[in-house]
T-cell receptor
Framework: GNSVTQMEGPVTLSEEAFLTINCTYTATGYPSLFWYVQYPGEGLQLLLKATKADDKGSNKGFEATYRKETTSFHLEKGSVQVSDSAVYFCALSDPSSYGKLTFGQGTILTVHP | GAVVSQHPSRVICKSGTSVKIECRSLDFQATTMFWYRQFPKQSLMLMATSNEGSKATYEQGVEKDKFLINHASLTLSTLTVTSAHPEDSSFYIC?????????????FGPGTRLTVT
């Protein structure tokens, strides 16, 4: 079956530090990959996505590249801000599962001034 | 575009009562909606897939008689927690699937915090 594994958190950084959150996946087909962000008490917002190998998704300074050879989709940002503090979820959608999302366990990011 | 709303945002109910949560796609039609449950500091657990005009498909281990799902129109799905108990207290999130640009994407509602006393 499909699965997503994220690096364990929590991750605590100082403002303007570099961020990497690792994500690897297992899928039977050719999945689409996503990063979602969840702010406290809210639902999930799509941060970025990639639908095929070597695609790079980017948004709000975050980026992630779909690496089929390493089955990875690591999230990066060059300079984090306090407002980036949230929970980040990596997810995949396998076409054979009719759009169902499989989520990683989530990584809590806290950015201090 | 692609906005999903949920109502109510918070609800407190007494043990043994039923609670209905609504999920609406505001600016698109969603033939498929999903219901998730999220425990504190944990990931989302898919409960069921709701298709307009047909019965919901429940994930293994989810009690279909306890969590009643109705998808009566292309913009509305409801989740009713029947005979709620304190262990049903959780954050319930819905999503609606949008087909655009050749890919399917899910757009999430803001969630409903259910507390059963």
């Amino acid at each position: 079956g499909n699965s997503v594994t994220q690096m364990e958190g929590p991750v605590t950084l100082s403002e303007e530090a570099f961020l990497t959150i690792n994500c690897t996946y297992t899928a039977t087909g050719y999945p689409s990959l996503f990063w979602y962000v969840q702010y406290p008490g809210e639902g999930l917002q799509l941060l970025l996505k990639a639908t095929k190998a070597d695609d790079k998704g980017s948004n709000k300074g975050f980026e992630a590249t779909y690496r089929k050879e390493t089955t990875s989709f690591h999230l990066e940002k060059g300079s984090v801000q306090v407002s980036d503090s949230a929970v980040y979820f990596c997810a995949l959608s396998d076409p054979s599962s009719y759009g169902k999302l499989t989520f990683g366990q989530g990584t809590i990011l806290t950015v201090h001034p | 575009g692609a906005v999903v709303s949920q109502h109510p945002s918070r609800v407190i109910c007494k043990s043994g009562t039923s609670v209905k949560i609504e999920c609406r796609s505001l600016d698109f039609q969603a033939t498929t909606m999903f219901w998730y449950r999220q425990f504190p500091k944990q990931s989302l657990m898919l409960m069921a897939t709701s298709n307009e005009g047909s019965k919901a498909t429940y994930e293994q281990g989810v009690e279909k008689d306890k969590f009643l799902i109705n998808h009566a129109s292309l913009t509305l799905s409801t989740l009713t927690v029947t005979s709620a108990h304190p262990e049903d207290s959780s954050f319930y999130i819905c999503s609606a699937r949008y087909h655009g640009g050749g890919t399917y994407e899910q757009y999430f509602g803001p969630g409903t915090r259910l507390t059963v006393t």
